[in-house]
């Protein structure tokens, strides 16, 4: 296919159309700007219908004659036959299907996170193997023998008793988690940490490419050129000197475009969100280490009773631990946010329209025709800044995968599986819960490609360090050839990040 037929095939589907149909009104002084006026109250692009709305169903029990004559104008069901494709996990995801219904940005945000996905394969098997290598070293140096329970009588003399059944399942709790605890840190986390190193910079190279063979297929390589400007943007002055310009933009935050606005606000948000992650990880695993002398005289030098410090041995099971509760409990708000959240405003919006006074909005809404459509398409919540939010949270996931991977081997499998359902879900709630997004025209991820490789070396410094001063590398393997001073644990990082 040559480039005119390209760019003539692309100028029509369904994602082209209804994009021109928002830029057009969505110029400066045009509807963005009159929404921001309050002129509207509300503004959004309908969902394309299908049979597997609930309010079609609704309309099937109130009126089937006319439930038969709207379901035989919807021919295609373009909607429900995207759904069918994009549910499955064992297929790829139709990215020119996405594209075509939400626009290249939402596109090129679940290409990253297919690619993501992808790359995490390899390595959710090494560090499986890790921790079953561990696990099995555990079970090795600290056997245990269920059956039998130590009691101290009034003497003090010790004794071995039957174990009743309360604390038989005690006792096996507590040596089954002492055993998975100690299973993090053992003599292959170094070479798994260089792993997830070379890991992430082929991740990064891989999305480069794939990035780019997307932009030229969609001909999307030179969106900027017919960017609109942000109804908020203003001009300051006919002519101005370029250092004062850039002052101006750097203080007054006057955008011209959305992408410009949207970078700038990125990476306010990641750095808050990355001082808010990532703080008490770094604080495990490099302030509580006894080894580290950071608390000599207890914490802010507040006295030797002030000490927060772990004992070596524990440190790796500490951060371990904390990383466990960081990967699983983080993702329970947002499913609460994107799934509970939408069905509790559905509910809501459509009790306050029965309860309208006025009968003749009731008689509408009983209608099954087209404005009983608009009335329920309105009353779903808006996706708001979909990107950015998902953007955020899967690089905060991706950081942790890459940055603590050395004490915690199960990180990728973790991040596997959220990732697996969070796709389907970002998916169901596109389609069926949320008003459909505007398309927007984009070529590649924008301002997170940089962020990414800034995590890439951040996370090669991290994986040195831990594995010199917070896990049990240096005395498991040179405590007979030298003693693991600072200086020798300066050295391994030296030699880690070398290599």
Same mark, same amino acid.
């Given at each position: 296919?040559d480039?005119?037929?390209?760019?003539?095939?692309?100028?029509?589907?369904?994602?082209?159309?209804?994009?021109?149909i928002?830029?057009? +009104?969505?110029?400066?002084k045009?509807?963005?700007?009159?929404?921001m006026e309050?002129t509207?109250?509300d503004?959004?692009?309908l969902?394309?219908?299908?049979?597997?709305?609930?309010y079609f169903?609704?309309?099937?029990?109130?009126?089937?004659?006319?439930?038969?004559?709207?379901?035989?104008e919807i021919?295609?069901?373009?909607?429900?036959?995207?759904?069918?494709?994009?549910?499955s996990?064992?297929?790829?995801?139709?990215l020119?299907v996405?594209?075509?219904?939400f626009?290249?940005q939402?596109?090129?945000?679940?290409?990253?996170?297919?690619?993501f996905?992808?790359?995490?394969?390899?390595?959710?098997?090494?560090?499986?193997?890790?921790?079953?290598?561990?696990?099995?070293?555990? @079970?090795?140096?600290?056997?245990a023998?269920?059956?039998?329970?130590?009691?101290?009588?009034?003497?003090?003399?010790?004794?071995? =008793?039957?174990?009743?059944?309360?604390?038989?399942?005690s006792? %096996?709790f507590?040596? %089954?988690?002492?055993?998975?605890?100690k299973?993090?840190?053992?003599e292959?986390?170094?070479?798994?940490?260089?792993?997830?190193?070379?890991w992430?910079?082929?991740?990064?190279?891989i999305?480069?490419?794939?990035s780019?063979?997307l932009?030229?297929?969609?001909?999307?390589?030179?969106?900027?050129?017919?960017?609109?400007?942000?109804?908020?943007y203003?001009?300051?002055?006919?002519?101005?000197?370029?250092?004062?310009?850039?002052v101006?933009?750097?203080?007054s935050e006057?955008?011209?475009t959305?992408?410009?606005?949207?970078?700038a606000?990125?990476?306010?948000?990641?750095?808050?969100?990355?001082?808010n992650?990532?703080?008490?990880?770094?604080?495990?695993?490099?302030?509580?280490?006894?080894?580290n002398?950071f608390?000599?005289n207890?914490?802010?030098?507040?006295?030797?009773k002030?000490?927060?410090?772990?004992?070596?041995?524990?440190?790796?099971?500490?951060?371990?631990?904390?990383?466990?509760?960081h990967?699983i409990?983080?993702?329970?708000?947002?499913?609460?946010?994107?799934?509970?959240?939408?069905?509790? =405003?559905?509910? @809501?919006r459509?009790?306050?329209?029965?309860?309208r006074e006025d009968q003749?909005?009731?008689?509408k809404?009983?209608?099954?025709?087209?404005t009983?459509?608009?009335?329920?398409?309105?009353?779903?919540?808006?996706?708001?800044?979909?990107?950015?939010?998902?953007?955020?949270?899967?690089?905060?996931?991706?950081?942790t995968?890459m940055?603590f991977?050395?004490?915690?081997?199960l990180? +990728?499998?973790?991040?596997?599986?959220?990732?697996?359902?969070?796709?389907?879900?970002?998916?169901?709630?596109?389609?069926?819960?949320?008003?459909?997004?505007?398309?927007v025209?984009?070529?590649g991820?924008?301002i997170?490609?940089?962020?990414?490789?800034?995590?890439?070396y951040?996370?090669?410094?991290?994986?040195?360090f831990?594995?010199?001063?917070t896990?049990?590398f240096?005395?498991?393997?040179?405590?007979?050839?030298?003693?693991?001073?600072?200086?020798?644990?300066?050295?391994?990082?030296i030699?880690?990040?070398v290599?």
């Amino acid at each position: 296919m040559d480039e005119a037929t390209r760019r003539q095939d692309s100028a029509f589907d369904e994602e082209s159309q209804q994009s021109v149909i928002a830029d057009q +009104p969505l110029k400066r002084k045009g509807l963005q700007f009159l929404r921001m006026e309050d002129t509207y109250e509300d503004s959004f692009i309908l969902h394309e219908p299908s049979k597997e709305e609930p309010y079609f169903r609704k309309m099937k029990e109130n009126s089937f004659v006319t439930y038969i004559e709207l379901m035989n104008e919807i021919e295609t069901d373009p909607r429900k036959k995207l759904s069918d494709l994009w549910k499955s996990f064992v297929r790829f995801q139709p990215l020119g299907v996405v594209r075509k219904y939400f626009g290249e940005q939402i596109a090129f945000y679940f290409a990253w996170q297919g690619t993501f996905l992808t790359m995490l394969w390899p390595a959710t098997i090494f560090g499986i193997g890790v921790f079953v290598f561990g696990f099995v070293k555990s @079970v090795r140096t600290n056997p245990a023998t269920f059956g039998n329970c130590t009691v101290i009588n009034y003497a003090g003399e010790t004794s071995l =008793v039957p174990c009743t059944l309360r604390s038989k399942v005690s006792q %096996v709790f507590t040596t %089954v988690s002492s055993w998975f605890m100690k299973s993090f840190d053992n003599e292959l986390n170094a070479f798994f940490a260089a792993f997830m190193s070379i890991w992430g910079t082929m991740f990064y190279q891989i999305w480069r490419r794939n990035s780019t063979v997307l932009a030229y297929e969609w001909d999307c390589e030179d969106f900027s050129v017919v960017e609109p400007d942000r109804p908020e943007y203003h001009g300051t002055a006919t002519r101005l000197e370029d250092c004062a310009n850039c002052v101006v933009n750097a203080y007054s935050e006057n955008h011209r475009t959305n992408s410009e606005y949207h970078n700038a606000l990125v990476i306010k948000m990641f750095a808050l969100q990355l001082v808010n992650n990532y703080t008490s990880l770094f604080y495990i695993a490099f302030v509580r280490p006894e080894n580290n002398g950071f608390q000599a005289n207890g914490l802010f030098g507040l006295g030797a009773k002030y000490k927060d410090i772990c004992l070596p041995g524990t440190c790796g099971s500490l951060l371990a631990l904390q990383l466990i509760s960081h990967m699983i409990i983080k993702p329970l708000p947002k499913f609460t946010k994107d799934i509970v959240i939408p069905y509790a =405003v559905r509910i @809501v919006r459509l009790r306050k329209w029965y309860r309208r006074e006025d009968q003749s909005l009731k008689d509408k809404l009983n209608e099954s025709d087209e404005t009983n459509v608009l009335i329920r398409e309105w009353m779903k919540p808006t996706a708001g800044d979909f990107t950015q939010g998902e953007f955020n949270e899967k690089v905060i996931l991706f950081g942790t995968t890459m940055m603590f991977a050395a004490l915690f081997p199960l990180a +990728p499998l973790i991040a596997l599986i959220i990732g697996l359902i969070d796709l389907r879900v970002d998916a169901l709630r596109l389609l069926w819960l949320n008003r459909r997004p505007v398309p927007v025209m984009a070529s590649g991820i924008g301002i997170w490609l940089p962020i990414l490789y800034f995590l890439q070396y951040a996370a090669v410094m991290t994986n040195a360090f831990i594995i010199a001063f917070t896990s049990d590398f240096c005395s498991n393997f040179f405590s007979d050839v030298m003693y693991c001073d600072v200086k020798n644990r300066f050295l391994i990082v030296i030699v880690f990040q070398v290599s």
